[in-house]
């Protein structure tokens, strides 16, 4: 069994690429390290991590792909200095043709590591898609950042993600007890119905696996961010998806703040420099500063193996 070590675990997933996952999760870590926490930030983009080009560290040295090709034994060992102190980055592959297709057992222990980082927050840039690898990345984690813009493809990606990670959240539990059909047999129903009906008659039969599935709901710490608004309207899309959330896939998932789309954050792309290290205080910034204290702030219980509940799912 591990220890786990990393004291906050939040993953910034959503499904779509190029809504602004990596550059959220970039000002995010660079955010709660000004708080004074010690961060690491985790480039879990298996396919196109960029991590290190939004902070100018290009220099030789462990990645990601060194501890999955065994060169390094830990992740820790991977940990490499940003130019903000407090920040640590364990840098992605980026140019690794097939580094996307981790086996089985390299996640499982990429997952591990993760929980063993030595750090108040560890902070896990998920890539976008909804295979297993990209659930499990973002299910690890004790709060569950979804980064979404205002447009449709956007909305329907981030929300199918969303239910890829609770399906397989719950599935883990009704694993546990031998239901694993009721969700899987009804695959073509789950569409549109909510996770509570398509439940209910497992529930009926067995009241340990509702207590056991509702915990796992409760448990299930999702948070939205928006990214890219045009125009502080719009933001109100924010809003229904976090109902819809609740109402389809019975969790909370509250809207906690929007960065505007910019010409100054994008240009931090090109500039290889986090937009906040700048001492930025515009509404952008604000909410980005206001949604890390956020995460910190959330208490979070910290299970002594939270890798179980996913070993199981991916068994
Ligand atoms: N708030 C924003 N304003 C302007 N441009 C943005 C903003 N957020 C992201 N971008 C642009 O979108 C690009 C993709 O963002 P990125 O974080 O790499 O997306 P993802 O990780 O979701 O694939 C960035 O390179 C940047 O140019
Ligand atoms: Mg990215």
Do not use: W
Not at 268 to 285: F, I, K, M
């Amino acid at each position: 069994m591990t220890r786990r070590v990393a004291e906050r675990i939040i993953s910034i997933g959503g499904g779509k690429g190029g809504v602004g996952k990596s550059v959220v999760a970039a000002n995010l870590a660079v955010a709660m390290a000004e708080e004074g926490r010690e961060v690491v930030l985790v480039d879990a983009d298996l396919g196109a991590a960029n991590q290190h080009t939004l902070f100018g560290v290009e220099k030789p040295g462990p990645t990601l792909q060194s501890f999955i090709d065994h060169e390094i034994e830990s992740l820790e060992q991977a940990r490499v200095l940003t130019k903000v102190p407090r920040l640590t980055l364990v840098r992605g592959a980026s140019a690794v043709v097939g580094a996307a297709n981790i086996s089985h057992t390299q996640k499982g222990r990429l997952l591990r590591h993760i929980e063993k980082l030595e750090a108040q927050v560890v902070v896990v840039d998920v890539g976008a898609g909804t295979a297993f690898n990209q659930l499990d990345l973002f299910d690890l984690a004790d709060l569950k950042l979804v980064v979404l813009t205002p447009q449709l493809t956007s909305i329907q990606n981030a929300y199918a993600f969303v239910k890829g990670a609770v399906y397989r959240t719950v599935q883990a539990v009704l694993k546990q007890h031998g239901f694993e059909e009721v969700l899987a047999s009804k695959a073509e129903l789950a569409e549109t119905a909510r996770l509570e009906v398509l439940l209910q008659a497992t529930f009926d039969c067995s009241p340990k696996v509702e207590a056991e599935v509702r915990m796992a709901l409760q448990g299930f710490k999702a948070r939205l961010f928006g990214n890219q608004v045009q125009d502080a309207a719009e933001s109100t899309v924010f809003r229904a998806v976090a109902r819809m959330l609740n109402d389809f896939l019975s969790i909370s998932a509250p809207f906690l703040g929007f960065a505007r789309a910019t010409r100054a954050l994008h240009d931090s792309v090109n500039r290889r420099r986090p937009y906040l290290l700048d001492a930025r205080h515009d509404e952008s910034a604000l909410a980005l500063r206001q949604t890390a204290r956020v995460l910190l702030d959330e208490p979070v219980a910290v299970p002594p193996t939270a890798q179980s509940a996913v070993a199981t799912a991916a068994a």
